[in-house]
């Protein structure tokens, strides 16, 4: 099976602390993915990876970056944290460019910025 | 992107069909729908998809009309496990990768 790992289930960090949340896949995919949810405005798409090193921004890239420098593992960073960053945010990896395959997705990561 | 429309909830009765739809009437020709279900407090997970035709695998099947405009997703026989958020999405497709656009989706509320 799939496993997408993401390495904490809560975090609690202050306002202005450089955030790391770490993600790992084991499955050899290209693409890698970081969502954020909140209540009534569903799974937003934060940034993405097709491949290492490469990165794309996604819906809601601000106050955000990403690094993949290798391929199990993509880290999204909170550059200094705020209080409208507290959310769940998910990981997702997927094979390839085709349009074919699915992505599996993390746990996710319960953040609150305080 | 094609942006898809779903009805914000649906109830179902334990051990009934639910039927999910799915409005996608900007879907491309390469563009294939996926549905997704995320369970409270899970991270989402895969359902099926299709491009054209139907399709059917141990969880549910998926209708895709003709002009491809709309889909229905089928849960045959609903388990109160099955509650849940649907999502219907139109797997983008670039040069670069693929990205996963999710909407608010359908929460389904199966009772007994």
């Known amino acids: 099976d799939v496993k997408v790992t993401q390495s904490s289930r809560y975090l609690v960090k202050r306002t202005g602390e450089k955030v790391f949340l770490e993600c790992v896949q084991d499955?050899?995919?290209?693409?890698m993915f970081w969502y954020r949810q909140d209540p009534g405005l569903g799974l937003r798409l934060i940034y993405f990876?097709?491949?290492?090193?490469?990165?794309e921004k996604g819906d809601i890239p601000e106050g955000y970056s990403v690094s993949r420098e290798k391929k199990e593992r993509f880290s999204l960073i909170l550059e200094s944290a705020s209080t409208n960053q507290t959310s769940m945010y998910l990981c997702?990896?997927?094979?390839?460019?085709?349009?074919?395959?699915?992505?599996?997705f993390g746990q996710g990561t319960r953040l609150t910025v305080v | 992107d094609a942006k898809t429309t779903q009805p914000p909830s649906m109830d179902c009765a334990e051990g009934r069909a639910a039927n999910l739809p799915c409005n996608h009437s900007?879907?491309?020709?390469?563009?294939?729908v996926y549905w997704y279900r995320q369970i409270h407090s899970q991270g989402p997970q895969y359902i099926i998809h299709?491009?054209?035709n139907n399709e059917t695998n141990e969880m549910a099947s998926l209708i895709i009309t003709e002009d491809r405009k709309s889909s229905t997703l089928i849960l045959p026989h609903a388990t109160l496990r099955d509650t849940a958020v649907y999502y219907c999405?139109?797997?983008?497709?670039?040069?670069?990768?693929?990205?996963?656009?999710f909407g608010k989706g359908t929460t389904l509320s199966v009772s007994s």
């Open positions: 299709g491009l054209k």
């Open positions: 900007t879907i491309s020709g390469n563009e294939y």
């Open positions: 999405i139109v797997r983008v497709f670039n040069q670069a990768g693929t990205a996963l656009i």
């Open positions: 997702a990896s997927s094979l390839g460019s085709s349009g074919r395959t699915e992505a599996f």
């Open positions: 990876s097709y491949d290492v090193k490469m990165k």
């Open positions: 499955m050899d995919h290209e693409n």
